[in-house]
């Protein structure tokens, strides 16, 4: 089946840029959603549709793809940033849903 | 205020029934699917499956298919997640989250139940 691949971490200092990649096979051809789950809390969209902003999420989040990556990119990261971040496509080939294992941002 | 909400957390023992539920409020709840994601202890989101309350239409993870059963009763606004035989490795943070179509996004959430399965 589908498969998504997330680094397991990524660090990045105060008003910095994060940048969280996701790959998959020809993952440009698919609608890639993004999720920030804060510990003890439940995931929370933050980027749907590959690149489009749900209500209430601050134009710092931004997201692309292309070819066999999406990335998640946050800009002037803040101390509140620090997260779980999982990417998620849907795969028509098999009708399931699919997660990245999950990328643990850290805010130095 | 659109929301769902889900039943508090399980203690129960291996071979143990259960049936957890999710219950919408503030939309229509037919119009949107409800989805199951599992979360284990310090680990990632894995999804077990997805209902249609409007139809009964059912997904399911090839990972999940025959452990657990989904079903929704849409006159009370309602979706479950049923295990007919719990094991310790069911430990884990169960929600659900709606999305308007299978390959939408889940764009709200359930707070999560917490079932521990322990003899």
């Known amino acids: 089946s589908y498969v998504l691949t997330q680094p397991p971490s990524v660090s990045v200092a105060p008003g910095e840029t994060a940048s969280i990649s996701c790959g998959g096979n020809n993952i440009g051809s698919k609608n890639v959603h993004w999720y920030q789950q804060k510990p003890g809390q439940a995931p929370l969209l933050v980027i749907y549709h590959d690149s489009d902003r749900p209500s209430g999420i601050p134009e710092r989040f931004s997201g692309s793809n292309a070819g066999n990556a999406a990335t998640l990119t946050i800009n002037s990261v803040e101390a509140g940033d620090e997260a779980d971040y999982y990417c998620?496509?849907?795969?028509?080939?098999?009708?399931?849903?699919?997660f990245g294992g999950g990328t643990k941002l850290t805010v130095l | 205020e659109e929301q769902l909400v889900q039943s508090g957390s399980e203690v129960k023992k291996p071979g143990e029934s259960l049936r957890i539920s999710c219950t919408g409020s503030g939309y229509n709840f037919a119009n949107y699917w409800i989805g199951w994601v599992r979360q284990k202890p310090g680990k990632g989101l894995e999804w077990m499956g997805i209902i249609n309350p409007g139809d009964s239409d059912t997904r399911y993870s090839p990972s999940f298919r025959g452990q657990v059963t989904i079903s929704a009763d849409k006159s009370i606004s309602t979706a479950y997640l049923q295990w007919s035989s719990l094991k310790a490795s069911d430990t884990a943070i169960y929600f659900c989250a709606r999305q308007q179509e299978v390959m939408d996004p889940k764009d709200n959430w359930g707070q999560g139940t917490l079932v521990t399965v322990s003899s």
């Open positions: 998620q496509v849907w795969d028509s080939y098999n009708d399931h849903v699919v």
